[in-house]
């Protein structure tokens, strides 16, 4: 009797399309044997087995495992009621043993009684490709940790992906790894932007990325509030949306104050009526709170004549000093009420508080004032990191409401460069591909999220591609991602999920063909992920590679409760908070 292959673990029991019922042999021990002095794991859920067909062989990933007579269990057509052992595959592709390649999809199915092996390492290194000028290496095969898995970069950058996963399940540690994976494979001159909502990223990145912090004093993010419409500048700076009257009038400050600026730009030519409360042309905000602040509180010594006014100290606009007038006079004695006496309720306060908080002070620059060239320009350089690969924009410290609105702006403007930009010429998108990473993505693509930042997120997940855009999307909570988002992400890293509801979103966005894979996601380890999609070869269960440095997202220890106790110093912090510091 010819000696059996020792790969040989079963023979098939029952094919019904893609989905194939293997009975394990009697005499395996275990599902684990051993092979070459190194453990076979073949009772793992998103192991690979192989099929031989001929001249191919047909590649298969584990989806269930199990005991034909266990009380209960989901038992496939074609097992018996004895004891036996199986597992349930799914058919992938195949490897053409004349050339070693592979391909997705299957041209014949096995035949009943068919042998069924494990995959050696070495007939898995002719299915993944290697770390190379067009792959970009994230981790190993969890079940033959010789195996590199490796990206189609191109894909992963253009056809948008999604990194989800709960809290600690190592989302950032992955992130980091693939921006490392980035540099140290070749691509210097890559432009990849990354929207840090935590201060994360900087210590993972160091060296090979420009950090831009709104806390920086040597490199400040900037954002133009003037970049913004009116009525998006007006809800940053006072922290709420505006009445009607009081943004129609602001509106019409802002043209005028943009109209004005205009005509004194030499490097800008625009006719004065194509000018609107939204074209992003910079202008004075302090001399816009001015005139509405002025109005809220002008009195007169005669009803109805403007010249009249009574006022005794006039403000300052660059300082945020309001003009002072006579308080108006009881039952209808002089001083009267100006027409626009009192009509901005709070708005002209809340917009002067707003001018001076230090944290939405990086609104506030570049002014615009004696610019001898669009100060956009230089801004959106430092948005991409000027020749530093990797841009880290760090919004940390800024209110939840400015940072969503600061993203949008950033993420528009980005988008709506790159869809200027020739495909033979400079610049980003076709010529240069964009990758934008989004940490926290929920924030800007939920339901609740601001207006400016989910439509610019979703405008990128749905053209982005045609421009050379690509959006990476980091999130603890795929159920607060748009359906729509999540669809448009060809490629999907999921590390360990514990929340049902994230679990059966990110299983209704895998393959039929793989579903079952879905249901391992609350078991991973650590630094563990399903990886599928149009940048990996074959779903793969993935021990990611961990990334060196370590981005800067470790839970705190305890440490500090076993030292001697002492009265809390948070004086400093409410410093901080307030914009005010210690005396010299």
Request: aromatic residues 6%; proline residues 8%; charged residues 20%.
């Amino acid at each position: 009797m010819p000696q059996r292959d020792p790969t040989e673990i079963g023979r098939v029991r029952h094919v019904l399309g893609s989905t194939v019922t293997v009975s394990l042999n009697e005499d395996l021990a275990g599902v684990a044997p051993i092979y070459r002095g190194k453990l076979i794991a073949i009772g793992q859920i998103g192991s690979l087995v192989r099929i031989p067909q001929g001249i191919v062989d047909l590649v298969a990933t584990v989806s269930m495992v199990g005991i034909a007579e266990l009380s209960g269990a989901p038992v496939p057509s074609g097992v018996t009621q004895n004891n036996e052992r199986w597992l349930q595959v799914q058919l992938l592709g195949e490897i053409d043993k004349s050339t070693g390649q592979f391909d997705r999809g299957v041209g014949s199915f096995p035949g009943l009684d068919d042998p069924v092996h494990f995959a050696t390492p070495e007939q898995l290194a002719s299915v993944y490709p290697k770390s190379d000028e067009n792959h970009l290496k994230i981790g190993t095969l969890s079940a033959a940790e010789s195996v590199p898995v490796c990206l189609n970069a191109a894909k992963l950058v253009v056809r948008h992906g999604a990194v989800v996963g709960s809290t600690g399940a190592g989302k950032t540690s992955t992130v980091a790894s693939i921006l490392q994976s980035f540099i140290r494979g070749g691509w210097r001159a890559a432009n990849i932007v990354v929207v840090d909502p935590h201060g994360e990223y900087a210590e993972a990145l160091q060296g090979c990325a420009s950090v831009r912090s709104v806390l920086s004093e040597t490199a400040r993010l900037r954002v133009p509030f003037w970049a913004l419409s009116a009525a998006e500048i007006l809800k940053i700076f006072t922290g709420s949306a505006a009445g009607a009257t009081v943004l129609t009038r602001f509106s019409t400050l802002v043209v005028e104050e943009r109209r004005r600026f205009a005509a004194t730009a030499s490097w800008l030519t625009i006719e004065p009526a194509a000018i609107t409360p939204d074209t992003p042309i910079p202008f004075d905000l302090r001399t816009v709170w001015y005139r509405l602040d002025r109005e809220n509180r002008a009195t007169r010594s005669t009803k109805g004549d403007p010249n009249t006014e009574t006022l005794r100290a006039e403000g300052d606009a660059a300082s945020l000093r309001s003009a002072e007038f006579e308080p108006y006079g009881p039952g209808g004695q002089p001083p009267h009420r100006a027409p626009e006496y009192g009509l901005y309720g709070s708005t002209p306060d809340m917009l002067r508080l707003g001018l001076l908080d230090p944290r939405l002070s990086f609104f506030q620059e570049p002014s615009g004032e004696n610019c001898n060239e669009d100060p956009l320009v230089d801004v959106v350089q430092e948005w991409l990191g000027e020749v530093e690969p990797i841009s880290v924009l760090d919004f940390s410290g800024v209110p939840a409401l400015a940072a969503d609105l600061a993203v949008g702006v950033v993420m528009n403007l980005l988008f709506e460069i790159a869809i200027r930009c020739q495909r033979d010429g400079p610049g980003i998108g076709r010529p240069s591909p964009l990758l934008i990473v989004l940490e926290e993505a929920h924030r800007y693509l939920g339901e609740s999220s601001n207006p400016q930042s989910r439509d610019a997120a979703n405008r990128i997940a749905r053209e982005g591609r045609k421009y050379g855009v690509g959006l990476l999307l980091v999130t603890q909570r795929p159920t607060e991602l748009p359906e729509t988002a999540l669809a448009q992400c060809g490629t999907l890293i999921s590390l360990r999920l514990t929340n049902g509801a994230d679990q059966g979103r990110i299983k209704a966005a895998l393959p039929d063909a793989i579903a079952g894979l879905g249901d391992v996601l609350p078991s991973l380890r650590t630094g563990e992920a399903i990886v599928t999609g149009e940048a990996v070869v074959l779903p793969s269960r993935t021990k990611l590679t961990r990334p060196d440095p370590e981005p800067k997202a470790g839970d705190p220890d305890l440490k500090a409760w076993r030292a001697t106790p002492e009265l809390p110093q948070v004086a400093p912090a409410l410093r901080e908070w307030r914009g005010t510091y210690e005396s010299d």
